[in-house]
């Protein structure tokens, strides 16, 4: 199985940018599917973005599109989250997932799951 460690969190002001990082460990990156989500207190965890295991299709959820931008980098056994234009409303801890396969890939149905990593955007 993979493990999955994220960093890169922190405190940011609102327009701010931040860049988080998912490093697996275990099996290479290449076998996954891989998605961020983000859960915020007495919320459920949503669906942020997803990146499939070749890089050739990547999904945004609609608040993110435009500010946001997944890649990976197989060969770093890495996935990356720029954030852009950061709102308040970003605020929240930020998790990434993975899966070999997925019936919606926007679900939170990945199999994997790093610790997540807290972002802070004030205003």
């Known amino acids: 199985q993979v493990q999955l460690v994220e960093s890169g969190g922190g405190l940011v002001q609102a327009g701010g940018s931040l860049r988080l990082s998912c490093a697996a460990s275990g099996r290479t990156l290449s076998r996954y599917i891989m998605g961020w989500f983000r859960r915020t207190p007495g919320k459920e965890r949503e669906f942020v973005a997803a990146?499939?295991?070749?890089?050739?299709?990547?999904y945004y959820a609609d608040f993110v599109k435009g500010r946001f931008t997944v890649s990976r980098d197989n060969a770093k056994n890495t996935v990356t989250l720029q954030m852009n234009s950061l709102k308040p409303e970003d605020t929240a801890v930020y998790y990434c997932?993975?899966?070999?396969?997925?019936?919606?890939?926007?679900?939170?149905?990945?199999?994997?799951w790093g610790q997540g990593t807290q972002v802070t955007v004030s205003s």
């Open positions: 997932a993975a899966d070999t396969q997925l019936t919606r890939i926007q679900s939170d149905d990945y199999n994997y």
């Open positions: 990146i499939t295991q070749s890089g050739i299709y990547i």
